[in-house]
T-cell receptor, first 116, second 111 residues
């Protein structure tokens, strides 16, 4: 089946630094990928839709300058948390749709970000 | 927009007990409905889905029926196992297969 891989699985960084999270579709092409944020014991909140070759579409209330998204190829999207602060600590999950199949999106395993 | 309401957890059961997790939704048009499962520290896995009214999705002993008249998609399993302990999310699609998730229901199964 379709596999979406996220890297890293977890990361600890210092306040003020930037962190990049990668999302790869391993066996299919994905023009569209999605980035979610999950707070402890809460649901997933869609942050943005990543579009290959164009600007990402951010959901209301999500700071685009804070959460930079780049979708440079049909198999890779990256989320960079810039100038991270402790309140950015969260579980970030990406998902991707297979361009060649009329199916739901597949999810990565998530990245646990802790900002100290 | 779309929304999903799930029963609050945690749901605590003994092994081999019957499971029901309620889910109701609001959506325009003809949405597809999903149940996802999240094991501790992991991402989401699709458990089952239904794409039109009266469809029944099933997988690994779990099942849910798309009830348009009651806008519900309740998850059931006849006999749960300890390995079923996880968080379960009900979801409804919005437009281009972008799901809107419920808050999740934690299931704890004791031996």
């Amino acid at each position: 089946g379709a596999v979406v891989s996220q890297h890293p699985s977890w990361v600890i960084c210092k306040s003020g630094t930037s962190v990049k999270i990668e999302c790869r579709s391993l066996d299919f092409q994905a023009t569209t990928m999605f980035w979610y944020r999950q707070f402890p014991k809460q649901s997933l909140m869609l942050m943005a839709t990543s579009n290959e070759g164009s600007k990402a579409t951010y959901e209301q209330g999500v700071e685009k300058d804070k959460f930079l998204i780049n979708h440079a190829s049909l198999t890779l999207s990256t989320l960079t948390v810039t100038s991270a602060h402790p309140e950015d600590s969260s579980f970030y999950i990406c998902s991707a749709r297979d361009d060649g199949a009329n199916t739901e999106a597949f999810f990565g395993q998530g990245t646990r970000l802790t900002v100290v | 927009g779309n929304s999903v309401t799930q029963m609050e957890g945690p749901v605590t059961l003994s092994e081999e007990a019957f499971l029901t997790i309620n889910c109701t939704y609001t959506a325009t048009g003809y949405p597809s409905l999903f149940w996802y499962v999240q094991y501790p520290g992991e991402g989401l896995q699709l458990l089952l889905k239904a794409t039109k009214a009266d469809d029944k999705g099933s997988n690994k002993g779990f099942e849910a029926t798309y009830r348009k008249e009651t806008t519900s998609f309740h998850l059931e399993k006849g006999s749960v196992q300890v390995s079923d302990s996880a968080v379960y999310f009900c979801a409804v699609t919005r437009g281009s297969y972008i799901p809107t998730f419920g808050r999740g229901t934690s299931l704890i199964v004791h031996p």
